[in-house]
């Protein structure tokens, strides 16, 4: 299930339901947002579901929620298994569960990716180290504007 879109931006920056039937189970999200607090995926798709942060610690096979806890607010990220089991519970691929992240490791890939072109540039490679070399230019150049998930 997914998460509806929290509506248009204001002029003063906050956010509105896209109408004024919000759902009950959305109603505090959206108060949320509106007040001015940014929401984790992990956070909103919990409280969408109607599942307490104890709930989704024990889906995950954990006896206390702290960990839960620590990964709506931020200062921890999971490792993959459970980032994994994440996306089985709520049904949202990784990519989209962790945006922030995936959008920051793209960033720095993207970068790396630009150092690597200039290097691999300044290589005077001949016979088939050239060939290779001509072979990852390529492939960089279809890798350019091409997003790096599929979120």
């Known amino acids: 299930m997914r998460l509806p879109a929290l509506g248009a931006t204001q002029p003063n920056g906050d956010m509105t339901a896209p109408n004024s039937n919000v759902p009950p189970e959305l109603a505090e999200i959206y108060a949320l947002v509106r007040a001015g607090k940014k929401l984790d995926a ?3 798709y ?3 579901s109607g ?6 610690a024990f889906l995950l096979g954990w006896e206390n929620s702290a960990q ?23 049904g949202v691929p990784i990519s989209e569960l962790f945006a922030g992240v995936r959008d920051s490791s793209n960033h720095e890939v993207r970068k790396r990716m630009v150092q ?14 050239a060939l290779v070399i ?5 492939w960089l150049d279809a890798r350019e504007g091409l997003p790096l998930t599929t979120s």
């Open 46 to 48: 919990r409280k969408q």
């Open 116 to 129: 690597l072109r200039s290097k691999l540039q300044a290589t005077n490679a001949q016979g088939s180290n």
């Open 68 to 90: 839960v806890s620590r990964y709506e607010k931020r200062r921890r990220l999971p490792p993959i298994d459970t980032a994994l089991a994440c996306e089985a519970i709520f």
């Open 134 to 138: 001509a072979h990852k230019l390529r």
């Open 42 to 44: 992990i956070q909103a």
């Open 51 to 56: 599942l307490t942060q104890g709930e989704v």
